[in-house]
């Protein structure tokens, strides 16, 4: 396992992370046995960050990681999310620190090492919704997360990049946050390259050099774009059934056509399998931090570390790549 810096946090992070949610399922759904293997067994591999929200399972996510961590006398990153879908629209801040406390009961936890926004970022504050303003996260969000942070609650903070593009990126140049979860993928690859005109998804226009101008630490998430870039139809009965794009195509049969563009890199040899393509594609950034990757089962998790421990894919491969993008336009 390699590390990487993660932003300014002074934490070296494995390069592969392990996602605890709802699209890969084994800590929502697996059984209790199979989630203690598959954590011990991350752990041996070198993976020591564990990213899970309050939102995962309605809380069963948070409540079986901490269960685990507890057994296996853990010692990792933990890092977990808040939402302000049930807070009071006129008190932000106890909201943030009331979802904060629930987690940490869930999880048995005194404190986490990092705490992310877990709603998107829009032009108006509507928590029905789960949508909150760039003001919003300056201010009453802000202060919460001072507050929690006095109290040893958390350690360092971050957002979760959906939403506005250019409000996430406005959040991320504040310099007041120090982790942004992206979208970044061989579907929708603009927090890291430069979208082709016309291009008919979010354009993060770079969100992750910005982040690293900022040092803000990057964690990537819908590596596999939730399923549609393993290059099979079928989902694992752990998995959810079916999954709402988020970032990329209009829906999953978009993104899955998408995909297939890139089945060169397995024609060629260049990739055993298209999981490989897309974990290699996101690691080839020097921006990126981690990839949180969902498993579904332990071959999943082997099969991810084995695929980071190739390296990046080769500059011949990346130079094809905006070619296919220039596709993906209305």
Same mark, same amino acid.
């Given at each position: 396992m390699q590390y990487r810096k993660f932003g300014n946090t002074g934490i070296q992070i494995s390069e592969i992370g392990f996602g605890c949610g709802d699209v890969g399922g084994i800590m929502v759904r697996g059984e209790p046995a199979d989630q203690v293997r598959a954590v011990a067994r991350a752990m041996e591999l070198g993976i020591n960050y564990f990213d899970t929200a309050s939102r995962y399972g309605a809380g069963q996510s948070e409540i079986n990681l901490g269960r685990v961590l507890k057994e296996l006398s853990a010692d990792v990153y933990v890092g977990t999310k808040y939402s302000?879908?049930?807070?009071?629209?006129?008190?932000l801040k106890g909201g943030v620190v009331a979802s904060v406390d629930a987690s940490l009961k869930r999880l048995g936890r005194e404190s986490v090492d990092l705490i992310q926004l877990h709603d998107r970022i829009a032009s108006q504050t509507d928590v029905k919704s789960r949508a909150i303003t760039v003001s919003d996260v300056l201010g009453e969000v802000n202060q919460a997360i001072d507050v929690l942070k006095s109290q040893g609650k958390v350690r360092s903070c971050g957002l979760t990049g959906v939403g506005d593009p250019m409000d996430i990126q406005e959040v991320v140049a504040s310099g007041t946050v120090n982790s942004v979860q992206t979208v970044y993928n061989l579907?929708?690859?603009?927090?890291?390259?430069?979208a082709p005109p016309g291009f008919d998804m979010p354009d993060y226009a770079g969100l992750i050099d @910005? *982040? !690293?101008?900022?040092?803000v630490g990057v964690l990537v998430i819908?590596? @596999? *774009? !939730?399923?549609?870039?393993?290059?099979t139809p079928e989902r694992h009965p752990v998995a959810v059934p079916t999954v709402a794009p988020i970032g990329s195509g209009r829906d999953y049969d978009q993104d899955m056509a998408r995909g297939r563009q890139f089945s060169f890199l397995v024609e060629g040899g260049i990739a055993d399998e298209m999981p490989e393509a897309a974990i290699r594609f996101a690691l080839?950034?020097?921006?990126?931090?981690t990839v949180l990757v969902g498993y579904s089962d332990m071959d999943h998790l082997e099969k991810s570390v084995q695929y980071a421990a190739k390296g990046p894919l080769p500059a011949e491969a990346l130079s094809r790549f905006p070619a296919q993008w220039a596709t993906f336009v209305s």
């Open positions: 302000l879908g049930e807070a009071d629209p006129s008190d579907v929708n690859p603009s927090a890291g390259a430069e @910005l *982040a !690293a101008e900022k040092e819908r590596v @596999l *774009a !939730a399923g549609a870039l393993t290059g080839s950034n020097p921006g990126v931090s």
